[in-house]
């Protein structure tokens, strides 16, 4: 069964800082995309950036990149120059065609807090 | 642009009571989903629709659930005899195709909180 897992339940960083959230997944698909996205304390949740399968370049939308590690089936989400805006919860979700159709999978979440 | 709306923002209810919610998709898109999120966890899927037709249900969707898009625009899902378990966050979101790259983009969420 496909599973995604953020092993950081609370993340800090430093005002103008990078941060690394953490994502892995498992799937037997061949074929799938994974999303990040934020959810402020407000509630919405705001897609970041999407890496699909067979991309061979790493995704980057403006301060957001993705460190994509096919082999060791890991997706981490790089913020770079933090700002305190940024606080938020990060969660980390994918798309497999074969196994769930048309769901997102999304994993537990991180909490990032950006310090001043 | 308008993005997706949700209605209400909040509901409380006593147990046993049904609700029902409201989500109006993004326009043009023809594909809305239905998810739950409690507490510190991630959303969980619950249905989800291409135009009018609804094509998949989660086990999570018990029979006291249910969930239309008459027209093919927006979406009710109704929760019949409510328990204290169905207290959640209850978000819709849509997109304009089944593309792999295309995100599904979601409604602030009703917030369901049953006394």
């Known amino acids: 069964a496909q599973k995604i897992t953020q092993t950081q339940p609370g993340m800090f960083v430093q005002e103008k800082e990078a941060v690394t959230l953490d994502c892995t997944y498992d799937?037997?698909?061949?074929?799938?995309?994974l999303f990040w996205y934020k959810q402020p304390s407000s509630g919405e949740m705001i897609f970041l950036i999407y890496?699909?399968?067979?991309?061979?370049q790493n995704a980057t939308e403006g301060r957001y990149s993705l460190n994509f590690q096919k082999a060791r089936k890991s997706a981490n989400l790089v913020i770079s120059a933090s700002q305190l805006g940024d606080s938020a919860m990060y969660f980390c979700?994918?798309?497999?065609?074969?196994?769930?159709?048309?769901?997102?999978?999304f994993g537990e979440g991180t909490q990032l807090t950006v310090n001043p | 642009d308008t993005g997706v709306s949700q209605n209400p923002r909040h509901k409380i209810t006593k147990r046993g009571q049904n609700v029902t919610f409201r989500c109006d998709p993004i326009?043009?898109?023809?594909?809305l989903y239905w998810y739950r999120q409690t507490l510190g966890q991630g959303p969980e899927f619950l249905t989800y629709f291409q135009n009018e037709a609804q094509l998949e249900k989660s086990r999570l969707l018990s029979d006291r659930f249910s969930a239309e898009r008459p027209k093919g625009s927006f979406s009710t899902l109704e929760i019949q005899r409510t328990e204290q378990g169905d207290s959640a966050m209850y978000l819709c979101a849509s997109s304009s195709t089944d593309r792999s790259n295309q995100p599904q983009h979601f409604g602030d969420g009703t917030r369901l909180s049953i006394l």
């Open positions: 799937t037997s698909d061949q074929s799938y995309g």
């Open positions: 979700a994918m798309r497999d065609w074969e196994t769930s159709g048309s769901r997102l999978t």
């Open positions: 890496q699909g399968s067979y991309d061979e």
């Open positions: 326009s043009e898109h023809n594909r």
